[in-house]
C-alpha cells in the first residue's frame, strides 16, 4: 500500500562505475531470477486456497510502464505497459488488468507485439462456495503470414500461422472446496462460456503445409476466418502437506469449445523445506493443445533459494 502510495524510483546504478563494468546490468538480471523464483513458491502456496485471498476493501490499482531502446552494433526495442485496478467490496471480489507488449531482437526484427486484457471476478457465500467469473482476450500481431524479416523460413511462418492471433474467453461458473484443512486443501470450479478464436491461418487466409515432412511447404487456403462459440472450463486446484518439511499441489485446467481447438494444462510441484534457510521446488509442466502439430509441451523446472 505505501509503495502504490508513493511510488520510489530507484537508479540503475548500484555503486559509482557500476555501469560501465557492467555490475548493473548482472544485478537487475540477479533480481529477476529471484523475483521469478518467489513467483513460483507463491504461486504453489496458493493463497485463494483457504477462501478470499485479498481483504483489502475499495478500489485501488498501479500501471507501470518500460521502454529500452538500443543503437549502435545492436539495433533492439522493447516496450511494456502492464495495469491492474481492483474493487473489493464484501464477499464480491474482481479486478481488470491489461498488458500490452512490443519487441524488436538485435537485428531489428520484430519478436513480440501482443495486446492482452483480463478480468477475474469472483464472490464468496462462505469459506467453501463461490461463484466466478473469468475473462480473457488476446492479440498476437505476429501470428500471420506475413513474414517478420527478409529470408524468414517457411518453417517458422507456418509455426506463426498455428499461434492464435485472437484468443479470447468469458465464463461464469460456481467453485467449491471439497477438503479445506489446514493439511490438504482441494477446490474445484466448472463454468460455462463464450469462446473466440482466430489463428494466423485463419487471418492470412492460408496455411503452410509440410505433407511429406521434407521440409517443403505447400501453401493451403483456409476458407474459415475464425471459430466462436459455446466454451466450457473445468479446474482443479490440489495442496497437500505431508508435514513441515514437505507439500506438494496439482494444477489442471481444461479448455474446450464447439470449434476451437481444446486446451489443457497440468501443473504438478513439490516443495521441500530443508531448512529456515533452504527451500526447493520441483514442477513438471504439460501444456495440451489440439490440432498442433505437436500437440503436447512438458517443462521441468526447479528452484531453489538459500538465504543465509
Do not use: C
Not at 30 to 38: H, N, R, T
Not at 161 to 188: C, H, K, M, S
Not at 261 to 275: H, K, L, P, R
Not at 283 to 298: G, H, V
Amino acid at each position: 500500500m505505501a509503495a502504490l502510495s508513493a511510488p520510489a524510483f530507484a537508479q540503475t546504478e548500484i555503486a559509482a562505475g557500476a555501469d560501465a563494468t557492467g555490475i548493473s546490468g548482472i544485478n537487475d538480471r540477479i533480481i529477476d531470477v529471484e523475483d521469478a523464483v518467489q513467483d513460483d513458491f507463491d504461486r504453489d502456496n496458493d493463497a485463494a486456497r483457504f477462501g478470499n485471498p485479498d481483504r483489502r476493501e475499495g478500489l485501488f490499482g498501479s500501471v507501470a510502464l518500460t521502454y529500452a531502446g538500443s543503437t549502435g552494433n545492436e539495433e533492439s526495442q522493447d516496450f511494456s505497459l502492464a495495469g491492474r485496478v481492483s474493487n473489493n467490496a464484501g464477499p464480491w471480489q474482481q479486478s481488470v488488468g491489461m498488458l500490452i507488449e512490443f519487441g524488436e531482437d538485435q537485428q531489428g526484427n520484430k519478436d513480440k507485439e501482443e495486446v492482452s486484457t483480463i478480468y477475474d471476478g469472483a464472490y464468496y457465500f462462505n469459506d467453501r462456495f463461490y461463484a466466478f467469473v473469468l475473462g480473457r482476450f488476446s492479440i498476437d500481431g505476429l501470428a500471420n503470414g506475413d513474414p517478420d524479416y527478409d529470408g524468414q523460413p517457411d518453417s517458422e511462418i507456418a509455426e506463426k500461422l498455428g499461434d492464435f492471433a485472437r484468443d479470447g474467453f468469458i465464463g461464469v461458473g460456481p467453485g467449491y472446496r471439497v477438503i479445506n484443512t489446514e493439511q490438504t486443501a482441494w477446490r474445484v470450479q466448472a463454468g460455462i462460456g463464450y469462446r473466440y478464436t482466430q489463428t494466423g491461418a485463419q487471418k492470412s487466409g492460408f496455411d503452410l503445409v509440410d505433407p511429406d515432412g521434407d521440409g517443403v511447404f505447400v501453401r493451403e487456403e483456409v476458407t474459415d476466418s475464425s471459430d466462436s462459440g459455446v466454451g466450457y472450463i473445468v479446474s482443479s486446484r490440489l495442496y497437500h502437506r505431508f508435514n513441515d518439511m514437505v507439500f506438494i499441489t496439482n494444477d489442471t485446467d481444461y479448455l474446450s469449445s464447439e470449434d476451437s481447438d481444446d486446451v489443457i494444462t497440468n501443473q504438478f510441484g513439490v516443495n521441500f523445506q530443508m531448512s529456515d534457510q533452504l527451500a526447493t521446488r520441483v514442477s513438471y509442466t504439460t501444456e495440451y493443445q489440439e490440432n498442433r502439430p505437436i500437440r503436447t509441451d512438458n517443462t521441468l523446472g526447479v528452484s531453489v533459494v538459500y538465504g543465509f
